[in-house]
């Protein structure tokens, strides 16, 4: 199995068609202002490897590991989590099986309170075992000028 995480300024999925439209994609430095993103998370997998239940949590950290606390009156982590189900094989043609199967999401995040000048990871657990994550740093807010 492979995954990987995508940050960018909007995301938004296409179910139909099992595609992720991004706008602005690709950074991993922010701010220093909150801001709304997205992140677009991608699942492949052999369909041997596949379960009829995939089960995904993406959660926030501190660069350190220590989690992201985004909640003033609570100690919870902020985390995202879901699953979905993975089609049956014999319903797949042969065409299908020869490519693995792949699974695209979407996540719009709200402006988080994120310090400056701090670098945060976001990290994608599938079926209990992290499997991709993705840095990104928040610039230091500029010095008043005087």
Known sequence: MEAFLVLADAVSADPAAGK?????????????????????????????????????????????????LPFRDRDDQLKIGGSFAVPDLAEIDEVGK????????????PPLPLQTGHIYRWVMEVNGEDAASVEFAVRPESPADE
Not at 101 to 109: D, G, K, Q, W
């Open 98 to 109: 020869s490519v693995p199967f792949n699974v695209a999401f979407a996540l719009p995040i």
């Open 20 to 68: 992720i439209n991004m706008l602005g994609a690709g950074w991993s430095i922010i701010g220093p202002q909150s801001q709304a993103s997205g992140i677009s998370c991608f699942i492949r997998m052999p369909w041997d490897e596949a379960q009829d239940q995939v089960q995904f949590t993406l959660r926030l950290e501190h660069s350190s590991g220590s989690p992201f």
